[in-house]
């Protein structure tokens, strides 16, 4: 089946509520070769009482001219309490990208009282997030680059969580291995849900480094961890039985290290013991050597 879109972007605004400027931009990001950006009205377009987004052509000055992007996207003002709502905040568009038309989107993309309200699930610390899906569907003139760098956050969504794109590989070998143990997870919000798998893939790698760079305190944070989990309603049974297994090689490494210390220790007493043994037995060959000399006449005289 051909992907609805090609990639999904995650726009945070931090400081949505106290922010001076009438117009923002995000960083550019790159979808189908060519670069885009996201522009935002925080106190509307005209100051009218909607938040207003669109998608637009980063830099369009600096294509050739007769250029043009076909495009669809879906934009959504990402509701960080409840996944239903976020869906209410959805718009999907489609539209040509030229030069008279650089940028594209809606004036009144969500009232700005439902997002400042109170409670209300938009504004999490602060922060106001913008979720953009795009696929590329045409293209003519130059491509603008094949990839760039971006301080934007690219996510892919992974049996239901959504997640950094570095994090889906060891996520997948997790759901290989361990089919069912999100089958009873509680939150259904998907920023708790990513949250907590972050968490779970913080608590492996804690776990994957050598005994000696653990300390006790490293354990008893990742059992607090695995119990948070479990009691959101994780399946960690296999995790928890890697835990004992980390917990007995530490104390194992922590026995021997003493151990060895004192061996070290009764050796060194050993050796010392030893050089005054052979200072002794030099000083009695010595003595005994004296003894066995024949005496002279010279002696005797």
Partial sequence: MEKQFDKKITWTIKNFASLPADLIYSDHFVVGGCKWHLRAYPKGYNNANNLSLFLGVAVPTSLPSGWRRHAKFRLT???????????????ELENWFDEKTTDWGLPSMCPLNEI??????????GELKIVVEIKVLETIGKLDVTE???????????????????????????FEKHP??????????????????????????????????MSKDDLLDAYA??????????????????????????????ASETGLQEMEEELKDMKQKCLEIEA?????????????APISFDDIV
């Fill in 280 to 292: 002794l037995v030099e000083k009695e060959k010595a003595k005994v050597s004296t003894a066995k």
């Fill in 225 to 254: 961890a695995l119990g948070s989990m479990r009691d959101a309603g994780f399946k960690l049974d296999w995790l928890e039985n890697k835990l004992y297994e980390v917990l007995e090689k530490k104390e194992n490494e922590e």
């Fill in 77 to 91: 003002v990402v509701n960080q309490l409840s996944h239903k709502i976020s869906q209410s905040k959805l718009k």
């Fill in 148 to 174: 760039e760098t971006s301080t934007i956050t690219e996510s892919v969504v992974l049996n239901g969580f959504q997640l950094l794109p570095s994090q889906a590989k060891s996520v997948s070998r997790m």
């Fill in 116 to 125: 400042h309200a109170k409670d209300s699930g938009f504004l999490l610390n």
């Fill in 180 to 213: 069912e143990m999100a089958s009873d997870l509680r939150p259904k919000n998907p920023n708790l849900r990513s949250g907590y798998m972050s968490l779970l893939l913080s608590l492996i790698e804690t776990m994957s480094q050598l005994p000696l760079e």
